[in-house]
């Protein structure tokens, strides 16, 4: 099964670990840093993959590489239109291109309810198509202009009809505040029915949350308010004693926002205080859409943008969907607030269709076009110039290459990529004409490259200073081998804050302070950046930015404290949580790319300690705890303290008990999250009788 984000594979290896336990099969997480490559071969029970797309990917990758692809039964990949956004869309094709052509017997099954041109995915896909307009829920859409409410009615000449006028009594300080009316908005729904408005920044979701309980009546700090007053403490614990004031003002009155600004902890127990009912209004940015499943009675979008750009149709439909939730409402509603300047737009984005999926081979040529050329010929799945042309015309880029394609044919494309392959010194081989035989390999840079999931883009810079590093590698911390693992695409959306760069730079060892000239990045030129002054010599703003971040990390495996650490930096709390999930994830990216150049052995055993350091970053004896998928930091804390200290002792609870000695916990999740640890026990079993049978098979060769 294939999810687009992290937080969707978590729920989903938590809902449905209940059912491996019952129906005997195992669910394994493939997410982050977690997975194993390949897969054990299971002898008794068969396994259930939750993947994200990278790691779907590497998971496919390995199992063709073993001969084991035709093992693969059934792939589900929800949110199939992701195929058409970016980078992971290049990633979610060659995925499918592989599996269609490399098994004969596994099936694919993508869903979506955003997609347009369904004619090329079922021609690359060699799919039948199914559609259904069924809704357990009926959804109206309406827009809002100034305080008159419009009907969404496909019928109508300019697409809507008048509903209704708002009945609000507004005063004049109001009116100043909430020129759109959402406090009118909300307060129609609120608090006995639930309410998401998405808004177009983050900055706008905290804004409108805060505006919204400024008026609210003092009523709603009564509802529910003991459950709201343990969300608050539970919030503080989280944040070792720090709350975000803006929560804090507004969680009294069951309100609060969610962006990729709070961390996952914050992120989880707002989620679950919204889905009891406890939070009934969220101010959310369009993530939210697209990531876990928290509908609401009515959708308010605030604006018809996200950040500055025009809403697009696949967004809106998205975000909408949102409305009604199944077995709880008869009815679910959205509401567009529109400004008079942009009703044309909107006129249009309601009656316009769906926007069409197009390949990201091209547009994303390094992680997409040049990286499956190179993992083709890697697998073997093609070898020879004739025979990779072959596999591009089975891509989506092959249908659409009439329509995509302008400059240059395909065949040429694919020659110019291969070529370029050649001088980065990935693949070796002679490059003629399009029906050339000549084969192809890869060498053994190409193989690490492609079996690390590395960039194209950067593998040769990564392969140079893995080597500088084996000249002089600073273990008396982890900070040389953190910056080793501080990833590449972090590093553009980094602005060094001069005087916090030199402060920590001072605090370091002087063996420490060795790492940043190693690098590149000499005490002057920070001295010099503090102080304003002008710099003559040249120094490589990559190397700059990622020693920046790399302190970053340093501080949070020293502290194991996200908030502390973003205050130090004065970076927002989730960019720091996401600075350390993804260098979790490039960690275990260079564990594998090191696994095949044997020239950095030693950097084996150095990698997969970082890797789970950086995975977990809390104390070690947390870490059996969390290894159960979904059971944040917060959660483990709770489990430890009340005695559930190891893997054993989860798998084992009483789901009763659970409830009555941890805070803040449904006898759902906690169901759930004993399913989960069983699960991961019943495969951490399993793993290992399959090494002992393997270990007293007798050799079938003994002379």
């Not at 997480?29 to 029970?45: C, L, M, T, W």
């Not at 035989?437 to 079996?451: I, N, R």
Request: glycine fraction near 6%.
């Amino acid at each position: 099964m294939i999810l687009p984000y992290v937080a969707i594979v978590q729920e989903k290896v938590w809902g449905l670990s209940s059912f491996g336990i019952e129906l005997g099969f195992l669910v394994e997480e493939y997410a982050g840093s977690k997975g194993r490559f390949p897969p054990i071969k299971r002898r008794i029970k068969k396994s259930l993959y939750i993947a994200t797309i990278e790691k779907g990917h590497a998971l496919v990758n390995s199992l063709i590489e073993t001969d084991r692809i035709d093992d693969l039964g059934l792939v589900v990949v929800d949110e199939l239109h992701m195929i058409g956004e970016g980078s992971r869309g290049a990633v979610l094709e060659m995925t499918l291109a592989k599996i269609l052509y490399a098994s004969k017997n596994t099936h694919v099954v993508g869903m979506s309810a955003t997609l347009n041109n369904v004619g090329d995915l079922q021609k690359f896909l060699q799919a039948e198509y199914y559609t259904k307009n069924f809704r357990p829920v009926e959804l109206k859409e309406y827009i809002k202009i100034r305080d008159t409410i419009y009907e969404v009615d496909s019928k109508a000449e300019n697409g809507f009809t008048f509903s209704r006028l708002l009945n609000f009594k507004y005063s004049s300080s109001l009116e100043k505040a909430d020129p759109d009316h959402i406090v009118a908005l909300v307060t129609e729904v609120i608090p006995k029915y639930s309410c998401l408005i998405f808004c177009p920044t983050k900055k706008n979701c905290e804004n409108v949350a805060t505006m919204v309980c400024k008026y609210l009546n003092k009523e709603f700090r009564a509802h529910r308010e003991k459950e709201k007053q343990d969300l608050i403490k539970n919030l503080k614990d989280i944040g070792n004693g720090s709350i975000c004031p803006v929560l804090r003002q507004t969680i009294p009155f069951g309100v609060a926002y969610h962006h990729s600004g709070l961390t996952n902890d914050e992120r989880k127990s707002i989620e679950e205080a919204y889905s009891r009912g406890v939070l009934c209004l969220l101010a959310c940015t369009a993530t939210l859409a697209a990531g876990v499943n928290l509908p609401a009675r009515r959708v308010i979008l605030r604006a018809p943008y996200v950040a500055s750009e025009f809403l697009k149709k696949n967004q809106y439909k998205q975000m909408i969907g949102r409305a009604g939730r199944a077995g709880i409402d008869n009815a679910g509603e959205s509401i567009l607030v529109v400004q008079e300047k942009d009703k044309h737009l909107v006129r249009d984005l309601i009656t316009s269709p769906l926007e069409n999926c197009y390949s990201n081979l091209l547009p994303e040529i390094t992680k997409g076009m040049q990286y499956l050329l190179l993992s083709l010929v890697g697998l073997k799945i093609a070898v020879t110039q004739e025979e990779v042309y072959s596999f591009m015309c089975h891509t989506l880029l092959g249908v659409q290459q009439q329509l995509l394609l302008k400059e240059k044919s395909l065949s040429e494309i694919v020659r110019d990529e291969l070529e370029n392959l050649i001088e980065k010194g990935l693949l070796k081989g002679k490059i003629m004409d399009q029906n050339s035989k000549s084969t192809l390999t890869v060498t053994l840079l190409g193989k690490a490259t492609y079996k690390g999931s590395i960039d194209v883009s950067y593998c040769n810079l990564l392969y140079k200073e893995l080597r500088k590093g084996l000249e002089g590698l600073v273990l008396e911390s982890s900070l040389h081998l953190l910056y080793l693992a501080t990833p590449y695409d972090m590093v553009s959306n980094c602005s060094p804050d001069w005087m916090i760069y030199l402060r920590q730079f001072n605090q370091l060892s002087s063996a420490e302070q060795k790492v940043a000239d190693m690098v590149g990045v000499p005490e002057s030129f920070i001295a010099k950046k503090a102080s304003g002054q002008a710099i003559r010599k040249n120094v490589d703003s990559t190397a700059v930015n990622r020693l920046y971040l790399s302190f970053v990390l340093y501080a949070l495996l020293k502290e194991t404290n996200v908030w502390s650490v973003s205050e130090k930096f004065n970076m927002s709390r989730g960019y720091v949580q996401n600075l350390l999930t993804s260098a979790a994830s490039f960690a275990s990216c260079i564990l594998h790319f090191c696994e095949e150049l044997e020239e950095f052995w030693v950097y084996k055993a150095l990698l997969t300690e970082l890797t789970k350091r950086l995975t977990y970053c809390v104390k070690t004896e947390l870490i059996p705890l969390m290894e159960v998928a979904g059971v944040l930091e917060a959660r483990a804390k709770q489990l430890y303290n009340a005695g559930y200290k190891t893997l054993a002792h989860l798998a084992n609870a009483n789901p009763e008990t659970l409830v009555k000695t941890i805070e803040h916990l449904s006898r759902r999740q906690a169901k759930q999250m004993v399913s989960s640890a069983k699960m991961l026990l019943s495969e951490k079993a399993e793993a290992l009788q399959e090494e002992v049978e393997e270990l007293l098979k007798v050799p079938t060769d003994i002379p």
